[in-house]
């Protein structure tokens, strides 16, 4: 017997369908009241690792298995998943595919229904688990209509009422506002000091780092290159797949070779006509039920040359928002002209040669067979030259780093991979403007540095929307910054001028990073915010 309530022995696994193993002898265990980070570059085994500890693997993803797992000294290569998701719970990665219930009460209340649990311990458990992610107010809601980072907690809250001794996150913090990540934090670091096993595989390690995980795993291509305490990991880690505390990433850059500067929207840059109108909204309202609008009175226009990130809290209406720019939305009152033209009067298809949009959600967007043809979809619709949809598609590939997956069913990908997946196919639609939802959810630090840089320096386009949590990628990429607060446009400009002041961030559940703090130090000495690996050399 093990006092250990994990214990992972000599662990690997390799897909039927795939060349290689995705994990490979993989030892360790885990301790009650311990949470073990576990980081590394999007596609490295980490979420194989968790569908092996939880039971996915070898029962519902097939392939070579060897070694064992030991829950509570037990192994678990015989136990039923009903046996397994007793002890153990799992968040996974795209809410999308966990949530069933269409109310967040018989959402939460699902797996404690599947025990047979009386009507009064049920609601008990809900409301407790609810009230500890201080989402209550929620519980009434239709699932439906949440936004993709409340989606998250409703998901993690549905895991906590089962109570169970081991908890596995997929990346909870990907869809998650700075502000809400701190609560899921919080929240996580209050379960371990009660007793329970976290694991935690998540990019966001800089997040993490501030409720002190007792220890760190770092993966690489499929085996384990550190486990330690968290002090060991800047040395241990590759800082351009982990993404660490800006300082710490200034004085590892210091080493290497100062980034090249890059040529942010070429095709704009050239053009002779100045900063021409793209998309205009004039006094838009919106709301999805009578009486309860989402969107009050949003005047803007998007120029050719911006670069805007579109920042605020989870449910603030962003992509209600960028939905009314595609045209997949239509106002209530006000109106959004693409082009000049009304988005009453043009279908969606037809706006697609205008905006293309990347969708929060992979699951959203991916049905083909294979990669190759759910690049090819959108150019192929709007009527590309075959030969011209081959060059695009291999571009589109290579700029996102997945060339070698070309044949490969895109929903055996893993969720990062799926996201640069359905990014890919819509750079390969070559649409004037590109419109991403939540681009770097799932991404390692080198892989949305990598896509970035490649994206803003592509001739095709002729502006760029985002919409992120992620303050840093503002910090880094923008050249505008929208702040969404309540329906509302809060605030317009610069990132230097909306993201110094620290009142409006936090009133908009926003964190300060220490890239952004590092920035407007330097500021006076460099006037203009930028990369820590720039940084490092000035």
């Given at each position: ?113 599947n025990l047979g649990m009386s009507r009064d311990e049920i609601f008990q458990r809900v409301d407790e688990a609810l009230a500890h992610l201080k989402i209550s107010d929620l519980r009434e ?157 949003i005047n803007l226009e998007i120029k050719r040359g911006d670069v805007i990130a579109v920042l605020g809290p989870n449910g603030a209406g962003k992509t209600t928002f960028v939905k009314h ?214």
């Open positions: 017997m093990t006092d250990s309530s994990l214990v992972v022995e000599n662990l690997s696994f390799r897909y039927r369908d795939r060349p290689g193993a995705a994990i490979h002898d993989i030892s360790f265990d885990a301790n009650p009241g311990e949470i073990l980070l576990i980081a590394g570059a999007s596609g490295c085994g980490k979420t194989t690792l968790i569908r092996a500890i939880n039971g996915l693997i070898p029962r519902s993803y097939k392939g070579e298995f060897s070694g064992r797992i030991l829950v509570f000294g037990e192994e678990t290569l015989k136990w039923k998943l009903s046996q397994i998701s007793q002890k153990i719970g799992t968040v996974l990665q795209d809410p999308e595919r966990q949530i069933l219930g269409t109310k967040v009460l018989n959402e939460v209340a699902f797996g404690l229904e809601r239709e699932t439906f209509l949440l936004s993709g980072g409340e989606k998250q907690k409703v998901a993690l809250a549905g895991v906590l009422a089962m109570r169970p001794g081991i908890l596995l996150l997929d990346e909870p913090l990907a869809s998650l506002d700075p502000a809400s990540a701190q609560e899921t934090l919080d929240a996580v670091r209050r379960l371990a000091d009660e007793g329970m096993t976290v694991l935690m595989v998540e990019h966001r390690v800089e997040d993490v780092l501030r409720i002190r995980p007792e220890r760190v795993m770092f993966v690489s291509e499929g085996q384990v290159r550190y486990l330690g305490a968290l002090d060991g990991l800047s040395k241990a880690a590759n800082y351009r797949e982990v993404k660490l505390p800006a300082e710490q990433i200034v004085e590892r850059a210091k080493a290497d070779a100062a980034p090249a500067e890059i040529k942010i929207l070429p095709g704009a840059a050239a053009s002779t006509s100045g900063p021409e109108t793209l998309v205009r909204f004039e006094h838009v309202g919106f709301g999805y039920d009578v009486g309860a609008d989402v969107l009050h009175n720019a595609i045209g997949l939305l239509k106002p209530k009152s006000g109106r959004v002209l693409v082009d000049g033209k009304d988005t009453r009067e043009a279908s969606v298809a037809q706006i697609a040669g205008m905006l293309g949009y990347v969708f929060q959600s992979p699951s959203h967007m991916l049905f083909a067979p294979t990669v190759h043809d759910e690049l090819a979809f959108g150019p192929t619709n709007l009527k590309h030259p075959k030969d011209q949809i081959e060059q695009e598609v291999k571009e589109a590939l290579k700029i996102v780093n997945l060339s070698e997956k070309e044949q490969d069913p895109p929903l055996a990908l893993s969720f990062g991979q799926q996201k640069r997946v359905s990014i890919a196919a819509i750079l390969a639609m070559r649409s004037r403007i590109l419109v991403m939802d939540e681009p770097t959810a799932g991404q390692d630090y080198q892989n949305y540095m990598n896509f970035m840089d490649s994206i803003l320096q592509m001739p095709a386009f002729e502006a760029i929307l985002f919409i992120t949590h992620d303050v840093d990628l503002a910090v880094i990429y923008a050249n505008r910054v929208l702040m969404i607060a309540d329906g509302r446009l809060v605030a317009d400009g610069k990132p230097q001028d909306v993201l110094r002041d620290f009142d409006r961030l936090k009133a908009c559940r926003l964190v300060p990073t220490s890239l952004l703090a590092l920035n407007l130090k330097r500021l006076p000495q460099t006037g203009r915010f930028m990369r820590a690996e720039t940084l490092a050399h000035i």
